[in-house]
Nanobody, 119 residues
Framework: QVQLVESGGGLVQTGGSLRLSCATS????????MGWFRQAPGQEREFVAA????????TYPDSLKGRFTISRDNAQSTIFLQMNTLKPQDTGVYFCVAKRVGDSSWTFWGQGTQVTVSS
């Protein structure tokens, strides 16, 4: 079982920045693809970013490229999501996700952390 522990959400004004963190166990970290989804009230979950923890290859939807950056710290077995120039429509619950390399679906989900961007 892969446990994901998120932190870093909060309230920020439009144009501000936040950094989310997601930690997992060192034993499994290098064998995962990890990422973030978000869900706004009344909306479906939306893919935000992903990173292959072994190679560092990243993936973003076109709509978020340039504002959001996903990264990893192998020593801490942690991934980060740096979010800049935040907008009210970025408000939602952000979930850290993980899957084993080669798996097609996101198997493991964190509990979610709230991000609120005030206008």
């Amino acid at each position: 079982q892969v446990q994901l522990v998120e932190s870093g959400g909060g309230l920020v004004q439009t144009g501000g920045s936040l950094r989310l963190s997601c930690a997992t166990s060192r034993r499994t970290f290098s064998y995962l693809t990890m990422g973030w989804f978000r869900q706004a009230p009344g909306q479906e979950r939306e893919f935000v970013a992903a990173i292959a923890t072994g190679s560092g290859v990243t993936t973003y939807p076109d709509s978020l490229k340039g504002r959001f950056t996903i990264s990893r710290d192998n020593a801490q077995s942690t991934i980060f999501l740096q979010m800049n120039t935040l907008k009210p429509q970025d408000t939602g619950v952000y979930f850290c996700v993980a899957k084993r390399v080669g798996d097609s679906s996101w198997t493991f989900w964190g509990q979610g952390t709230q991000v609120t961007v005030s206008s």
